[in-house]
Structure formats: C-alpha cells, structure tokens
C-alpha cells in the first residue's frame, strides 16, 4: 500500500515525486502474485498511467502478473465517531481480479467496501469529495463577508439553515481552510482538466475565496480595534489556537499562519496560545500561558477553538474578543464580536 504525499509544487502543480520515488523502489523488490494499492489522494490517471509503468520496470505485467488498485484514503484526524473500519472502502482496480484482491484485503479491516469499476472513479471520487467542501465552505465564508456587511448574524443564519431536514447540509464558516488535503487536492483535478481543456471555474473560484479568508478576517481585527479606538500597530494581539482544525496540533496550510503575517506587516505585537502546538519557529513564537496574556492583549482572537480552552472564562477575562468560530454564539458581552 502506497500512502506517500501527494503535495503541490511550486506553480501548484501536482508534486508526485514521493510517489515516483517510492514506486521506483517497489519496483525493485516487487514480485510475481503481489498486490500493489495506491492511496494517496491524486488526480485519474495517476494509478494507470503514472504508477504502472514504473512499477512494469520490475519486468512483470500489471494485471497478469500482479494486482494493481487505487483505494482512497478517508481519514479525518482528530475525529473519534467514525474509524477506518466504520467508514466504507472505495477501491478501483485495474482489472476485474486486481479489484477483487484488492476488495479482499480491505474487508478485512472496513465494515464496507465500495468497488468501483475503474482506478480512475476511485481516483475521481475521492477528489470529489474534497472538493465539495472546498466550495461549500468557499460559498459559506462568502455569506459571512456579506453578513458582516450587512450587519446579520451568520452564525444565527447558519443554525437556522441547518434545521433543514433535507436538502441543505451544514458547513460553518471560518478564518479559512487549512490543512494538507482541502487546499490542495482541488488543483490536482485543475490541472488535469487542463489537459483535457478544461477549465474547472468551481475549483478555481473557491481556492480564490479560500485563500482570501484570512485576509478579511486581519481586517476585521484591524476594524474590530479601531472600534476600541485602538490602531493595530502597537496593539498586542493574542491568537487562540493556530492549527488548522481543533483537536490537532496541524500547522500545514493553517490560516492562523497569514494572519499573524498579516498582522505584523500592520505592526501589531502577536502572542498566541494552543495546548496542540508548543511553538512555532519559523515565526519566532512560542505558546504563551493562557491566563498570563489573555488579560494583557488589547485583543483576543479565537482562529481555531481547541475544545479544552474555555472560551467563555476567556470573554469574561478579556478586554476584547473576536470570535473567527462561532464557540462564543451562545454568550451575549459588550467585548465580544464575531465573525
Ligand atoms: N492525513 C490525512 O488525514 C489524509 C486523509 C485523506 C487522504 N490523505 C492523503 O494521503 C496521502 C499521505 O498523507 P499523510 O497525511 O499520510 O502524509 P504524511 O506526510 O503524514 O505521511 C506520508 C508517509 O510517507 C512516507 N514517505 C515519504 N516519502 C516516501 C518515499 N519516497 N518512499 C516511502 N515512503 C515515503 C513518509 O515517511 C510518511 O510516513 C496524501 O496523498 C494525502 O492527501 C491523507
């Protein structure tokens, strides 16, 4: 099973130099009867036309004499209510008794396995579902900045939405997307659109609205202290939480990141604090103690809110607040704004 990164170069360009690196390796030890899955999440075509002719390198055929499939990997880390094993399996092969192997191996460990006809759905499908949310939240960080204008609630709008009971499925906005699968993997399909000439505007469209993000949120923080008669330089901002999603200690694309750039190019003094990440080096940081800073800093922001801060203490302690999550909806104080 190959599991390798699958990142983007420079020019956003797919980056499958671990996978050619690995598979270059494989296909000297590989031998005959063996089964080979790839499960980094990439673009169709990766598994039949990228993967198999290095691996043919060893001398034997794919598909007669071994197996070949792609199996997308769906884990979300730092979740506990669905596992490997209770979140069903997709898996494509590259023929018929490449699919069933492959199907064998994982019902081992997967309650369900979905077989698909090809490596190339598997492929697809698995980017279909990120990119799903990329424009889901593109669309719902969109309605905030147009809240935020309009002066509505969008937390209230979105509780509302959400009482639906079909045909509307709940996504929060937020400082912005991070991670390594969500920014990245919808240009693994742009690109190769373009191959094809093909020009993926959804895909394109909410990286543009998700990149933004925390851009708009440094100016909210930049109008959220001018309200306090206070301009951002000179003022001791304090982050709450910075890695990309709660529960994890994740930097990788975190939005937190751009805001404190943003920030400091404005000449504000940051702190920040999260329990998942000691320090952050490349910007000079390290967690400050909560209960130290967060009486000290003219303002406080929550970017990503760790389910073991307690925020309400943090509004109570705080000279002011802004909220980038929505974990404070429930609480009404003249210190406090949301997104
Ligand atoms: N982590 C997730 O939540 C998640 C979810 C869905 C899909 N994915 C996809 O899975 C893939 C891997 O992601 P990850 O989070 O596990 O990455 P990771 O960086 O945590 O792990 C990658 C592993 O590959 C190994 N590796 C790197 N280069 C290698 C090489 N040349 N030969 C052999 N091994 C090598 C590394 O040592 C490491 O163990 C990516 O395509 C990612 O998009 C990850």
């Known amino acids: 099973m190959i599991c390798v990164p699958t990142p983007l170069a420079n020019h956003r360009e797919p980056d499958l130099s671990y996978l050619v690196d690995a598979a270059t390796k494989l296909s000297r030890v590989l031998h005959e009867g063996r089964l080979v899955v790839l499960e980094s999440t990439t673009f169709p075509g990766t598994t039949r036309e990228r993967l198999l002719p290095i691996l043919e390198e060893s001398g034997l055929a794919a598909g007669r004499e ?69 424009v889901n939240i593109a669309l719902v960080n969109e309605m905030a900045q147009l809240c935020d204008r309009m002066g509505i609630d969008i937390w209230e709008v979105v509780d509302a939405a959400g009482t639906k009971p079909f045909g509307f499925m709940r996504f929060d906005p937020g400082p912005g997307m991070g991670g390594h699968c969500l920014p990245v993997d919808p240009f693994y399909l742009a690109f190769k659109a373009r191959e094809h000439d093909f020009y993926t505007e959804f895909i394109e469209l909410a990286g543009k609205l998700n990149q933004a993000q925390p851009k708009f949120c440094v100016e909210k923080i930049e109008r959220t202290l001018n309200e306090d008669r206070k301009p951002v330089k000179g003022s001791r901002v304090l982050l709450l939480g910075v890695a990309y999603k709660a529960g994890v200690g994740d930097l990788r694309e975190a939005p937190a990141l751009k805001i404190i750039r943003g920030l400091r190019e404005l000449g504000a003094e940051i702190a920040y604090h999260d329990p998942h990440v000691p320090e952050l080096p490349e910007l000079s940081l390290v967690s400050s103690e909560l209960a130290d800073e967060v009486g000290r800093a003219d303002l406080v922001c929550i970017v990503t809110a760790h389910p073991d801060v307690d925020h309400e203490r943090v509004v109570r302690e705080a000279k002011l607040v802004l909220d980038l999550r929505g974990v404070t909806r429930a609480i009404r104080a003249p210190n406090l704004v949301r997104l």
């Open 66 to 134: 071994f197996n070949l499939a792609y199996s997308p990997e769906r884990i979300d880390p730092g979740r506990t209510d669905h596992t490997i094993r209770t979140t069903p399996k997709v898996v494509g092969g590259l023929t018929e008794d490449c699919l069933r192997r492959a199907a064998a191996l994982y019902r081992l460990i997967c309650d369900e396995v979905v077989e698909v006809s090809s490596p190339e759905v598997a492929e697809l499908s698995k980017l279909l579902e990120n990119i799903f949310r990329s």
